[in-house]
């Protein structure tokens, strides 16, 4: 089974303080999710690989460490997954990022791809899935559905908050996939919107209704 990780850095909790505020404006909400974000590849990637190498200083030559050349994706779920992807770029500048878009079929509540491009080589990379929100968990699961029916095998997944009712989801069709959340709340209403939450991601970073 996966594990779960409340990613609780005291400047991470400072920052989903805020965004949680109903007063916090689309700039503001844009800049702290960016920042969160950064925050969050930093702990996300603590067991990557590193190797031996050998450098020259201006003292003399050493050893030291680097990565040891890993594959690296990132996915957003578009379009609310968008918001996270430069604050994790500033911290893996060298990874490859696809995009998945989905929507919810209004008849059956299922999710629909619209959209799936991918890098190339994704077979061979550890991906890690993006979306602010993990609420029913329908969208996540498809996407990291979808990102395994086209070759993925490493897959992390990556979301500012959750439920318990996501978690379970995700746990049920992915049981191999770790998760890394900013907060875990208590629940959904009655309208299956994270309580207490920050209302809805996509709206609250491009200023919609």
Avoid: W
Wanted: hydrophobic share 40%; net charge negative; charged share 25%.
């Amino acid at each position: 089974m996966g594990n779960v990780y409340v990613l609780d850095h005291p400047l991470i909790q400072h920052k989903m303080s805020i965004i949680r505020n109903k007063d916090t404006g689309p700039k503001e909400f844009r800049e702290l999710v960016d920042e969160i974000s950064t925050l969050m590849a930093f702990e996300i990637t603590r067991d990557l690989p590193l190797e031996e190498v050998e450098i020259e200083t201006p003292i003399c030559k050493t050893k030291a460490k680097m990565l040891s050349g890993k594959k690296l994706g990132v996915i957003p779920i578009m379009r609310a997954g968008l918001g996270m992807i430069n604050g994790i770029l500033n911290m893996i500048p060298v990874a490859k990022v696809g995009h998945i878009g989905l929507y919810r079929d209004p008849e059956t509540l299922k999710p629909v791809e619209y959209y799936v491009k991918l890098p190339t080589d994704i077979e061979e990379r550890e991906l890690i899935v993006i979306d602010p929100m993990l609420a029913t968990g329908g969208s996540a699961s498809a996407a990291i559905q979808a990102i395994k029916n086209r070759g993925a095998k490493h897959i992390k997944l990556l979301c500012l908050i959750a439920v318990p009712e996501g978690i379970e989801v995700i746990q049920k069709d992915h049981p191999e996939v770790d998760i890394y959340l900013g907060a875990m709340d208590p629940g959904l209403n009655e309208k299956s919107y994270i309580k207490p939450g920050f209302g809805d991601a996509g709206d609250r970073l491009f200023g919609t209704k």
